[in-house]
């Protein structure tokens, strides 16, 4: 009988395509090592219990093939491979479904003896004999497939052997691997497990792999770039100086791996970083893949337009826009267009998580989650960042607790994954210390300018008592005023908006809402009208506004620094003016201390209150001595745990800091997503979304839903569980009804909260 891995598709065909697709990631004994994971990971499929699976006739325990195909696998590789291959191969096709988890959950506790304290094992190895029972009654049609990949013999071998020695063995090699705790095993399985899995979908799905991305050359680029930038100004030249001084750096430097672009704000980065990670490229040869790293979806979309517009003129980039030039994160589109493959949504998707692109514009959720993680859908792209130049943009963003794990992350990527990186910010963070700065003379360029200025007013100030002295305050000027909290934000609003064009800006507001606020702010702006917007730190990164006064809500230092940022921007104003509040409660609180906690904020306040006024020329030194500060006295628990983690396998299970449990996204466990349905568009894509769960066929129902997805995140909003009970919950979402919007939703402050909630999302 013809055995199928897919109802389309001859078994023995998908497992050399599987091979076929990433064997050019590989050399040498690499190359032998992947080969014999892609020719043995679905080895499980040769049972009649699968195929009848497959044709939807029967499905059972019986029918699973992860097991029985790592066990195969396993085999082969300790036939074959030398130590610590073998439990590699075993690891990466037991989990190339799932994600990975701790190898001591899926070997024996003892290398000597199995008991009956090896649960998962022994109920395992009930299933693995009746399957080995099935492939031996067809064993001869089985070993004509393996023959034709070399490995007939073993097949033979393998039909003889006692699975539970074959576990022992995998056991002996992960003790001693963890007893050598060397971060290398962590950096190998990760890569072969990901270049399973990546061309295991790709093949499962039809979607034909790229034979190579999509370059642009530094020249054609750059010639865009000047004519783009001729005859708009430069802030007396400073621009110009800056990208000229690093991208010669970059050519001094190009046999170091790690680098610095420590700029003010306002001083082109994007151009000056993609610039050198371009030159860079050129200089190291090869197609290197570029991927630009940003903290929030809103700089994302902003700086990849900056990119997009240069390639926009180029014929070979019209043609084939998705293998040049991608954008990926939650809220993106998916679309990755070819004009010789008419690819279905699905493939589409996929070939954007894979990141096939020669530029990747995304978020450090999807690069720290794939560096730092045991998920599947993240790993696929795990081999795509080997070779490539990382462009981290505003890393500060991260929370300081993990800056010793990233640090740690990147240095292993730069070891290991001959990874270049080039990090920009204006307020340098303590990581990388080895770094080249290729912006020579940096504190040079902060002293130069003197568009703002920090005034620290720490006396302590509640809500109301700023409301009032506000207003009694107020001048023909534009002002904008960042809270911490939403409460917080929506009280000083409520105070304010009987002045004058006063607008309010956070997360409250569903996402649809909220782009279309910084659209009309923006835009008022640049007429040069003397508004109020009243905002959380949604706004301290990635929105292009410039006012005149900028009031922040006591907070760490970095946070105030890039609120500075949307002050006096351009520096066509007089001076700007940067207060710093340190509001209150009513208990007395700060209320930076729901966010933050107290470690940062009190440094800050400790290197400020002392002061009347601080220039931006005398920023750099403040940040510098705030980082070392803050490093000090921050505790690395959370960080050194992950490391441990990372150096022990350790991915799942009942430790305090398994791979698992990191995510650069705080999750609030009493907070829920909740659609609101805000207009008639909303309503349709609801009703258009609940159509699309009625198709049984998953493939269709999933290519449906692709084409709706971003309409339908404009719609949702994280709001507290325990008001959960006013919400429908239709088919498992829980709705915001039109009719009930008058109630629970605001058009200017988006969800109405209780008075006491203090936990923030911004």
């Known amino acids: 009988m013809p055995f199928y891995s897919h109802p389309d598709k001859l078994l023995i065909e998908h497992l050399k395509e599987v091979y076929d697709i990433n064997k050019g990631l590989f050399e040498d004994e690499d190359r032998e090592v992947y080969r014999v994971i892609s020719i043995c990971h679905d080895f499980g499929k040769y049972t009649t219990y699968f195929q009848r699976h497959l044709f939807g006739k029967e ?36 989990h190339h479904h799932g994600n990975l988890e701790t190898p001591l959950e899926h070997l024996p506790k003892n290398f000597k003896k199995i008991d009956e304290g090896d649960i998962w094992v022994l109920d395992k190895m009930n299933i693995f ?30 039909l003889e052997e006692d699975a539970l020695d074959i576990l022992k063995e995998l056991r002996k090699i992960h003790f001693k691997i963890e007893r050598e705790q060397n971060e290398i095993h962590y950096v190998n399985l990760l890569y072969f497990y990901s270049a399973l899995i990546s061309a295991d979908k790709l093949s499962a799905s039809n979607t034909r792999a790229l034979d190579n991305i999509g370059v642009i050359e530094f020249d054609r680029l750059n010639r865009e770039r000047e004519e783009k930038i001729k005859g708009k100004q430069d802030i007396n030249g400073i621009r110009s100086s800056i990208f000229k001084n690093v991208l010669q750096n970059i050519q001094k430097n190009k046999d170091k791996s790690m680098f610095t672009i420590t700029a003010p704000t306002g001083t082109g980065k994007t151009y000056t970083g993609f610039f050198s990670a371009l030159k860079l490229r050129e200089l190291l040869g090869g197609n290197r893949r570029i991927i630009y790293s940003l903290p929030f979806t809103s700089i994302i979309d ?20 998705g293998r040049y030039l991608i954008k990926h994160h939650s809220m993106a589109d998916v679309e990755y267009l070819d004009e010789n493959m008419d690819y279905t949504k699905t493939q589409q998707e996929l070939l954007i998580e894979n990141w096939e692109s020669g530029v990747v514009v995304t978020t450090f959720v999807q690069l720290l989650e794939t560096l730092i993680g045991n998920r599947n859908r993240m790993l696929k792209k795990f081999v795509n960042i080997r070779g490539s130049i990382i462009l981290l943009d505003e890393v500060q963003a991260i929370d300081i607790k993990y800056y010793p794990l990233i640090d740690f992350i990147f240095n292993l990527a730069v070891k290991y994954l001959e ?52 207003k009694e305050n107020i001048q023909d000027k534009s002002y904008l005023i960042v809270c911490n909290t939403i409460n917080q934000s929506i009280e000083i609003f409520s105070g304010l908006k009987d002045l004058e064009d006063v607008y309010y800006l956070s997360t409250n507001l569903v996402p649809k809402h909220r782009r279309e606020r910084i659209k009309e702010v923006s835009e008022r702006l640049k007429r040069g009208d003397k508004i109020i917007l009243v905002s959380t730190q949604v706004v301290e990164a990635g929105v292009d506004f410039d006012f005149d006064v900028v009031i922040r809500d006591l907070a760490p230092l970095d946070s105030i620094i890039q609120c500075a940022g949307r002050c006096n921007r351009n520096g066509k104003k007089e001076l700007g003016e940067v207060y710093v509040y340190k509001m209150v409660n009513e208990k007395g609180e700060l209320f930076s201390k729901h966010v933050y906690g107290n470690t940062s904020v ?43 983690s990372i150096k022990r396998l350790i991915f799942t299970g009942d430790y305090k800091y398994p791979l698992s449990r990191f995510s650069l996204i705080e999750n609030n466990p009493t907070y829920i997503d909740v659609f609101v ?20 066929d998953y493939e269709k129902r999933r290519e449906e839903y692709l084409k709706i997805k971003n309409q339908l995140n404009y719609y949702f909003i ?45």
């Open 602 to 644: 009190n440094i800050t306040k400790e290197l400020i209150e002392n002061k009347e006024v601080i220039f931006e020329k005398d920023y750099y030194n403040l940040i510098n001595d705030y980082f070392k500060m803050v490093i000090n006295n921050k505790q690395k628990d959370v960080s050194n745990g992950y490391i441990e």
């Open 302 to 321: 902003q700086n990849y337009d900056v990119i997009e517009e240069l390639f926009s003129k180029f014929q070979e980039y019209q043609s084939f826009k």
């Open 129 to 158: 004999k009746k399957q080995m029972e099935d492939i031996k009654k067809n064993k001869d049609e089985i070993y004509k497939d393996y023959e034709m990949v070399g490995l007939g013999q073993i097949f033979n071998d393998f």
């Open 419 to 470: 990874v270049k990186i080039i990090m920009m910010t204006a307020t340098k963070p303590a990581i990388l210390n080895g770094a080249v700065e290729l912006l020579e003379g940096c504190d040079k360029y902060f002293s130069l300018f003197n568009r703002t200025k920090l005034i620290p007013r720490l006396e302590g100030i509640s809500v109301g008592e700023f409301i009032q002295e506000f």
């Open 59 to 94: 499905t059972s325990e019986f029918s699973k093939h992860g097991f029985i195909s790592a066990i195969f696998g396993g085999y082969v590789a300790l036939n074959l491979l030398k130590e610590p291959y073998p439990l590699y191969v075993y690891l990466a096709i037991l």
């Open 677 to 696: 349905e805000v207009d008639d568009e909303a309503v349709k894509t609801l009703k258009k979304y609940f159509e699309i769960l009625l198709i049984k």
């Open 718 to 762: 994280s709001v507290p569980e325990k008001t959960y009970k006013n919400f429908e919950n239709r088919y498992g979402i829980f709705v915001l009804p039109q009719i009930a919007l008058k109630d629970y939703y605001n058009v200017d402050t988006g969800l109405i909260r209780e008075k006491d909630e203090t936990f923030m999302i911004f």
